[in-house]
């Protein structure tokens, strides 16, 4: 009272508690306000009683988790021996501990050895069996009453046959196992924060009683090493303390370069390693790759190439050389390739290789003749792609040859059916026509005269002059038919006139306006390529007058350079309308469109429907010197 009465404390901490009911005591003296901090760790379930102003944390013992913990490091024991002081606090403590172990006694042979001298608990400890958990309770005093101290539990676990275990820090690290347990380091820094909280304003009432949050199961490394004790078997969460250091926490400089220079070492190892194993690797796809490439270009009747265009060097596959007639030991250049093509196409080939070199096509391809050296001419088609630098210049070209010979000489058979059949066709349209002409229009004739000869008999007249209606009917039909199947004045009038006529003819026949339009010299063309227009201007007015339900139609002719454009144009439903008619099947696949075509591509023209939903355009083209009837294969093929 007189040393604190000028100063008093702001609070009172109180350790254990003998300390904590010496503090509830003196404080009355000092001031009945001033708040108590403790911290105790009484045996669990024990109650602690809070008066005024007081909080505290409560650090509880309870054995049966250190040998809970005991157990599970040694799984086949069998025995639990109890050692405690003879001091009251000992012998109270292992009491409480008796209590505790109720149901462990029921599992494990249990014996408590309390206050026994050290020498003959040192020989207790030395004969137990090795299947046996030693628990270590508080020893405060020995059996002769002399103060014990930390340092003796590790004279007791050095002379032990069984591993130790003990609630509390005091002896860890002394040679015991370990146990569940706090540390002073842990419940002082908990007593500490609530101290701070309260000097900071915060009432004791409201903090109150606090479980310690740093129990936790502790064990010493080194004797886990010492007894074969695995430390797979500890609970979650421990903390294993007294690890022998490794080498990187003993030398980190040293570990950490001589590490740092291996992994250079190896990095450079396992980057030189992959680099041979892609390279091998690489090298035996490309190898795989080539043969299944000249393979299959050979199967394909395929010559590959490639032209160097800087080193102005020609490689080709052993293919490409024997379609070319070259042999292996001859060089192969582009003037060599030049020389092999045909006279007339050499321009063909020549412009292809300018157009590599100098990069204006990067894709290109063409089709020439090459003569070998036996005299034979065989059809090659060239197929090639340039590549370019990243300045734009053409490095080299590549690409493949392809022997189209079979191809072209199928496309002049057909080209030569394809006449035949028109020639055929035609031949037939005039015999009947001149049958129709010569027989029939006779019989007609005939019938006429003999009506003129009834015309005085009586009672006759009315029918008679029906049948001379349908007579004369029938022959306007027959000489429009006659006309269709082959116009006799074409040869005569020229193109224009008969075409005009025709039109003339169409318009009265069918209802529709139908203007005819020129430009150019149309006339001046041979007799096949003027028949092969009038038929497809013939045949598009049929099928507008069938399958279009047009109003109009417009027919152009015009000469346009070296071609003649032939252009019919309707105002009808358009093609696909036509098509979803009754009409359809036979519009899209019918004769008419097809001979159309046939008749084209016979003059090495070209043919092609528009169809629009305003109405259809038919558009043909012919060239000019097809026209006039100097027409060759090589040309049809170029044009």
């Not at 405690?84 to 042979?109: N, P, S």
């Not at 004969?127 to 004279?155: M, Q």
């Not at 040679?175 to 347990?181: D, P």
């Not at 009586?458 to 009917?473: F, H, M, P, T």
């Amino acid at each position: 009272n007189v040393k604190y009465s000028d100063n008093k404390p702001d609070a009172v901490l109180a350790f254990g508690a003998d300390s904590l009911e010496a503090a509830v005591s003196y404080r009355k003296v000092l001031s009945s306000n001033i708040p108590v901090v403790f911290c105790v760790n009484p045996p669990a379930g024990t109650a602690v009683n809070l008066e005024q102003d007081m909080a505290g944390i409560v650090s509880e013992i309870d054995v049966t988790k250190t040998v809970s913990l005991a157990r599970r490091l040694q799984p086949n024991a069998r025995n639990l021996l109890v050692v405690a002081g003879t001091a009251a606090f000992d012998r109270k403590g292992a009491q409480i501990a008796q209590a505790q172990l109720v149901d462990v006694e029921k599992e494990l042979t249990t014996r408590y050895l309390v206050g026994l001298p050290d020498e003959t608990l040192l020989t207790e400890l030395a004969s137990v069996p090795r299947d046996t958990i030693i628990l270590l309770l508080s020893k405060l005093t020995n059996g002769s009453t002399r103060s014990a101290s930390a340092s003796d539990a590790a004279s007791v676990a050095q002379v032990a046959n069984a591993p130790m275990y003990a609630p509390y820090s005091t002896y860890f690290g002394q040679g015991i196992v370990g146990g569940h347990m706090d540390t002073f380091e842990d419940m002082g820094s908990q007593t500490a924060d609530l101290v701070l909280a309260i000097l900071e304003g915060r009432e004791p009432a409201a903090i109150g009683l606090r479980k310690s949050a740093s129990q936790a199961f502790r064990v010493d490394a080194r004797q886990l090493e010492r007894w074969g004790l695995s430390a797979r078997n500890l609970p979650a969460d421990s903390v294993v303390a007294y690890k022998a250091p490794t080498l990187w926490q003993s030398h980190p400089r040293v570990v950490t370069a001589t590490l740092g220079m291996f992994t250079v070492m190896a990095s450079v190892l396992m980057a030189l390693l992959v680099q041979v194993g892609r390279r091998k690797l690489a090298e035996a796809n490309l190898k795989d790759s080539e043969t299944r490439m000249r393979f299959a270009a050979a199967a394909a009747d395929i010559g590959l190439w490639q032209y160097d265009i800087q080193a102005n060097r020609l490689w080709s596959s052993k293919h490409c050389r024997a379609m070319l007639g070259l042999s292996e030991r001859e060089p192969l250049t582009a003037a060599a390739l030049v020389e092999r093509v045909h006279p007339d196409d050499r321009h063909v080939a020549k412009a292809s290789i300018r157009a590599a070199t100098f990069g204006a096509l990067p894709d290109a391809e063409s089709e020439f003749r090459l003569v070998w050296p036996n005299g034979e001419t065989r059809w090659l088609q060239a197929r090639g792609r340039t590549d370019f630098d990243e300045n734009g210049e053409p490095l080299r070209a590549s690409g493949i040859f392809r022997d189209v010979t079979n191809y072209k000489i199928a496309q002049l058979e057909a080209k030569h059916l394809s006449q035949r059949v028109l020639s055929i066709q035609d031949d037939e349209r005039q015999r009947i026509a001149q049958d129709l002409h010569d027989s029939t229009s006779q019989h007609l004739a005939a019938i006429s005269l003999n009506l003129i000869a009834l015309k005085g008999a009586k009672g006759s007249c009315g029918v008679i002059e029906d049948i001379e209606n349908s007579l004369d009917e029938a022959s306007k039909e027959l000489r429009t038919f006659t006309y269709l199947l082959h116009p006799p004045a074409l040869a005569d009038d020229g193109l224009l006139e008969t075409l005009a006529r025709y039109v003339e003819g169409f318009r009265r026949r069918t209802r529709l306006s139908v203007i005819l339009r020129s430009r150019g010299a149309i006339d001046e063309l041979s007799r096949p390529a003027q028949e092969s227009i009038l038929r497809v201007v013939q045949e598009a007015l049929a099928n507008v007058h069938r399958h279009a339900a047009a109003s109009q139609a417009r027919v152009f002719l015009r000469r346009r350079g070296n071609r003649i454009h032939i252009v019919v144009r309707d105002n009808g439903h358009g093609l696909e309308a036509a098509e979803n008619g009754s009409h359809g099947e036979r519009l899209a696949t019918g004769v008419g469109i097809a001979g159309m075509t046939a008749r084209m591509r016979q003059l090495g023209g070209r043919f092609h429907i528009r169809s629009r939903p305003s109405g259809t355009i038919v558009h043909a083209i012919v060239p000019v010197r097809a026209a006039h009837g100097h027409v060759s294969g090589q040309q049809i093929a170029a044009e």
